[in-house]
């Protein structure tokens, strides 16, 4: 057998079940948001043209959701990034401690986010743990999940705190990776700490930056399983996300039209901000290297 | 090479567990306790040799869903369980088999035939009812000298006791109030309005009622408990009442078998939902779970199985297990079982006053419509008036849209 005949055949498997489990879906959905689709009567019921969108795009609910969408990511993502390299470098400096560290600070990426969501509904409930440290030191507490001001980044702050220890990792393994050499001429040269970290580190460890921020996005535009179990969207509309939105069009409107519909605007959303980014990063990067 | 071997033997179970599955006469999707459900399912084929059932229980989570998709693919049971607030848009959709003619005979056995029934057809049987009381705590009711052998009957006496109890700085509310979740707040208000007389829609379904001082009336009163309540969601309010933080509650039966398993010490009772005075009624939110045969079913076995689970003996065994729902069946009014469970009685009792939201197709959006404006309402973002002149426009819109 030649060579790329045996990796073509390696490629397959996954090709197959790549067409099978995501092309086709990706396309059929594409081809609902343009159609009535019901699924009581057997499916599709001819061709709307843009109906679908105009239906989303004249519902306030919509761009509550998007707006608040974009809140999410705009104020996860950064502290997210930033936090989790701060932790890195913590850890990469802890010495014997370093491997339970990484450890303890990677649990909570195993533990399934619907579990983390139910214990931290129960630390910002009324009588909740939260509420108890804020009165010892003589806070009088808050109705963190009931407050319409107050819910959305409350699911933001447990978010980042579930998010950093994974992507420490990330940072962690890049660290290991800049040569010893580099920071050792830079100090040579009479750098600080800090000069060190801006003109060695970063510019090494950039395109693990660009990785996490990009991935973290993406994943913080789909943020749907804390809001089913800790909000339901609520209050007064203050944790509607998009996918969240979307889920409640198809499966409670029974609209699956519409719901596809919003599932290609949050594509569109999500390779809008990703493309952006990775610009912005590379650009940065160019500029200083 | 033993890997390979052992990958090999994987994949031939597989093979085997695939071709293995039995057919069965009658697929039955439902949402009670498999184990109880087992045992019927056993009772039902000793009885019907020639029909084998296989049953999949769904999760209130995410039944609708599943059932849905199953409507999608044409892969719908035979016979499924649907909450009464789901039927009208799947007897609109003709997702169902109109029944009108095979259960003719079942008609007086039977309660709540208004929610199975649509436009002059009936769609389904009428299985499980359940409803929504008053629940309080006799030691707080004792503690702040009120006497809980008389529970609050009246809308006046419901805020005096709301108010005798409530001592926030305790920790300890009057009454829970729900919020913060979209679902459910119409099923709390509601009953207060439909006591007093309110309507949301017009019996012919084509006028909406809700902009009408009787409801203006109760969802001031309702709104005037909000000092002496926590404001909370529903799964918060059942743990704090079993805590002992809060006084009163309305909620469903499925706390007579919870607050006994979690919080055996708490003493506490059950009445029915106060009345505005001596004119109104104890209204309160009706719901049921009914038998329906998806289009394609093969309806003949699944009829037999119907018949079957809704005779009073094998759906008191439910009701009996989980305590959330109480028999449609009239025969079990008078079954010795209610002697004896006081409590449950008093829920088969608020059954009979209890109303069902209206059975309209589009009624998730109505519902929504309520939820949405009231929650406002509760966070004081909009008036009382304001709410229902609000309520009134957007729900007239859906339904002469």
């Not at chain 1, 179990?229 to 509607?240: C, D, E, V």
């Not at chain 2, 309005?193 to 009163?221: K, V, Y």
């Not at chain 2, 449950?344 to 939201?357: D, F, G, K, V």
Request: proline residues 6%.
């Amino acid at each position: 057998m030649k060579p790329s005949t045996q990796r073509a055949l390696f490629l397959v498997p996954w090709l197959v079940s790549f067409a099978l489990f995501s092309t086709y879906p990706i396309l059929f959905s594409l081809g609902v948001s343009f159609a009535e689709y019901n699924p009581f009567r057997g499916g599709f019921a001819g061709f709307v043209g843009l109906e679908n969108y105009r239906n989303i795009f004249s519902d306030g609910l919509f761009w509550r959701s998007c707006i608040n969408t974009i809140f999410f990511v705009v104020g996860t993502v950064p502290p997210t990034a930033a936090l989790s390299l701060l932790l890195a470098l913590l850890i990469e400096k802890a010495g014997r401690l370093k491997g339970v560290l990484r450890t303890g600070y990677f649990v909570p990426s195993v533990v399934s986010l619907a579990v983390i969501s139910l214990v931290f509904k129960y630390l910002y409930s009324k009588q909740g743990f939260l509420n108890l440290v804020a009165g010892l030191f003589g806070g009088s507490g808050k109705e963190w999940l009931l407050d319409p001001n107050l819910a959305l980044p409350s699911i933001m702050v447990m978010d980042i705190w579930a998010s950093i220890g994974y992507y420490a990792i990330f940072y962690l393994a890049a660290l290991q990776t800049v040569p010893q050499e580099l920071y050792d001429a830079a100090r040579v040269d009479g750098a600080g700490r800090f000069a060190v970290f801006r003109a060695v580190t970063l510019p090494w460890i950039r395109p693990v930056v660009i990785f996490v921020v990009v991935v973290n996005t993406i994943r913080a535009f789909q943020v749907f399983v804390e809001v089913v179990i800790m909000t339901r969207g609520g209050p007064m509309g203050s944790t509607m996300t998009l996918v969240y939105y979307m889920y409640e069009k198809a499966f409670h409107r029974v609209d699956i039209g519409a719901a596809s519909a919003v599932a290609f605007v949050v594509f569109l959303l999500i390779m809008f901000f990703a493309l952006v980014q990775t610009r912005l990063l590379h650009k940065v990067r160019a500029s200083v290297g | 090479m033993r890997r390979l071997a052992a990958l090999f033997l994987a994949a031939l179970l597989t093979l085997l567990a695939c071709g293995r599955e039995e057919e069965a006469d009658v697929v039955f999707w439902q949402f009670q306790p498999p184990e109880v459900m087992e045992g019927l399912i056993d009772e039902f084929e000793a009885q019907n040799p020639s029909i084998k059932v296989r049953f999949e229980t769904l999760t209130w989570q995410s039944g609708y869903e599943k059932i849905v998709m199953a409507f999608a693919s044409g892969e719908a049971p035979d016979l499924l369980e649907v909450g009464s607030t789901w039927l009208p848009r799947f007897e609109d959709e003709d997702a169902v088999i109109d029944i009108t003619g095979e259960t003719e005979d079942l008609v007086a056995d039977l309660m709540m035939w208004d929610m199975a029934t649509f436009q002059g057809g009936r769609f389904g049987i009428p299985w499980l009812i359940g409803s929504r009381v008053l629940f309080f705590n006799r030691e707080l009711f004792l503690g702040s000298g009120l006497n809980p052998d008389e529970p609050p009957a009246t809308w006046t006496e419901l805020k005096d006791a709301a108010r005798a109890m409530n001592r926030p700085d305790y920790g300890i509310h009057g009454f829970g109030m729900n919020a913060g979740e979209r679902y459910v707040l119409y099923k709390k208000f509601m009953p207060f309005a439909w006591g007093n007389g309110g309507r949301i829609l017009s019996d012919d379904h084509g006028t909406c009622l809700i902009d009408s001082p009787e409801n203006l009336e109760a969802l001031e009163f309702y709104l005037s408990l909000k000092p002496y309540s926590v404001l909370e969601r529903q799964d918060m309010i059942d743990e704090m009442f079993k805590q002992g933080r809060v006084g009163m509650m309305i909620s469903g039966g499925w706390n007579l078998k919870r607050i006994p398993e979690d919080a055996p010490d708490l003493d506490f009772g059950v009445a029915l939902i106060p009345r505005p005075d001596e004119d109104g009624f104890h209204a309160s939110f009706a719901g049921a779970e009914i038998l329906v045969f998806p289009r394609g079913a093969r309806l003949e076995p699944a009829m037999e199985l119907a018949r079957f689970l809704a005779g009073a003996e094998q759906a008191l065994k439910i009701s009996s297990r989980t305590k959330g729902v109480q028999p449609a069946s009239r025969e079990a009014l008078s079954h010795p079982y209610y002697d004896e469970h006081p409590m449950e009685r008093l829920l088969l009792e608020q059954c009979e006053t209890s109303i069902a939201p209206p059975p309209v197709p589009d009624w998730v959006e109505i519902e929504e419509v309520i939820n949405t404006r009231l929650e406002e309402c509760l966070y004081g973002k909009i008036t009382a008036p304001e709410a229902l002149r609000l309520m009134q426009r957007e729900v007239d819109a859906i339904i002469t849209e």
